[in-house]
């Protein structure tokens, strides 16, 4: 039971990490509903270390031109399309200091880890989602500056259990008047420091408890993570450049009104 349990916290974790349907919100439900308890610190951390690894492998030819677009600028040779890339480095640092300001201020509040609130937030981010069917085609889709705050700002409101942080990001990039294909892009590269800072804010406690399971338990349920993970990151951006993203509020919707009622 504690290896079926592993493998299905795995897959839940690398499914909802990327769909956006939210990660915690689904953790928080599934354990409420099958009395999982608490999830020991350990496999949360190494959870996020898998579908960390997804979203750079995934995104690893645009992560490589960032990187080479800064040994370009210290070797002062910069062209055109390092400089996009030098702007979108500094997107994403603006992004991640909101995100971080934010996240302190709200990750310890109560009140939204109940199955109640999660699904109001469910219903919230189907909402959200609902809006970018409606979006006019943006006439400049060039990447500013404002876009970091935007997507900085919707990120900390997705460390809330039931807000999907895909869901959200997107959707401000969306409603900032960036490409369907980008917006996906910024949305994941964004996650990259955030997922780092949060390993890093647990490691010293998950490793702490390391003897609360067993090695093969945890490779199996970062294996189950690393899998569904990617395959899921594929099928979301599909859905993005295909203006689809609001197919999931088919399924949020519902789910939260369920939860409220039942």
Known sequence: MELLKTLLLGA?????????????????????????????KLFDVLL??????VVVFFFRERIQRILISWVNLVRRSTDDGDREQLRL??????????????GYVIQDIAVFQTVRSVSILFIVTGMLLITT?????????????????????????GTLPGISRSGIT???????????????????LISIPAIIGAVLLEAGEGAALAGQMGMGTL????????????????????????????????????LGIAGLVL
């Open 133 to 157: 069917r409606y979006l006019p085609k943006p006439d400049d889709t060039s990447l500013k500056l404002s876009h970091g705050v935007r997507v900085g700002i919707a990120q900390g409101f």
């Open 48 to 53: 996020h270390v898998s579908t960390l690894l």
């Open 219 to 254: 490779a199996l349920g970062c294996f189950s993570a690393a899998v569904s993970g990617y395959f899921s990151l594929r099928i979301l951006m599909w859905l993005i450049q295909s203006g689809k993203l609001y197919y999931f509020s088919i399924y949020l919707i519902p």
């Open 89 to 102: 480095t500094l997107v994403i640092l603006i992004g991640t200091f909101i995100t971080g300001v934010m």
């Open 170 to 188: 997107i959707t401000a990039a969306l409603w900032g008047g960036m490409d369907r294909k980008e917006a996906g892009e910024l949305s994941f």
């Open 12 to 40: 839940i974790q690398g499914l909802t990490e990327f769909l956006p349907v939210s990660s915690s919100g689904h953790l928080v439900v599934f354990k409420h509903l099958f009395d999982m308890g608490s999830i020991p």
